[in-house]
């Protein structure tokens, strides 16, 4: 009974601090510039994916992979833009350069070192990603990481295109 009741708990609390639209913070790029998230998730009018990680998360790196992978043709076939928000604090953030440049990663990469937009979307776990339609609402949201569950995120990415809703 403790345990329904705490699942009930945890699920309010993920619902009344998550968000419809992407918050407006501070995160850095590799070289250490200052950018605004709202800047980072223009796209035209195209879907955004925003995937959470870390460097100690084998999880993480084997979704960006299966992103890397397929990001030419979803980009060609979408416009959709991919970026990836390592959550390593400033004590680590060299191994997130090292670790972007030995994976060559086609996408955006930015740190969040102070964690300051994980509190913001409620990311509790690592890999998080997110999906934004074109004016940043956030429309889908996935935790974890299967392989083959790239597959479903570009079901997603389709319908946003299409308009239809997800589910």
């Not at 993480?60 to 990001?71: G, R, V």
């Not at 060609?76 to 997130?96: H, L, N, P």
């Not at 937009?117 to 890999?127: D, E, S, Y």
Request: hydrophobic share 40%; with cysteine; glycine share 4%.
């Amino acid at each position: 009974m403790k345990a329904v009741i705490l699942s009930l708990f945890s699920s309010c609390l993920l619902f009344l601090s998550s968000s419809d639209k992407m918050p407006d913070i501070i995160v850095k790029k590799l070289d250490g510039t200052k950018v605004n998230t709202t800047e980072i998730i223009k796209n035209e009018g195209k879907p955004v994916v925003i995937s959470f990680w870390a460097t100690w998360c084998k999880p993480c790196k084997k979704e960006l992979d299966a992103m890397a992978e397929n990001y030419d043709d979803w980009k060609k076939e979408t416009g959709v833009k991919i970026i990836a928000i390592s959550i390593d604090d400033s004590r680590s953030s060299a191994k997130v350069v090292t670790d972007v440049k030995a994976k060559n990663w086609p996408f955006e990469i930015y740190l969040d070192e102070n964690q300051d937009l994980k509190r913001a979307l409620n990311v509790i776990n690592v890999p998080h990603t997110f999906l934004l339609d074109g004016v940043g609402n956030i429309v889908w949201t996935h935790n974890s990481y299967v392989e083959g569950d790239e597959d479903i995120l570009f079901e997603n990415i389709k319908k946003v295109i299409k308009g239809e809703k997800i589910h």
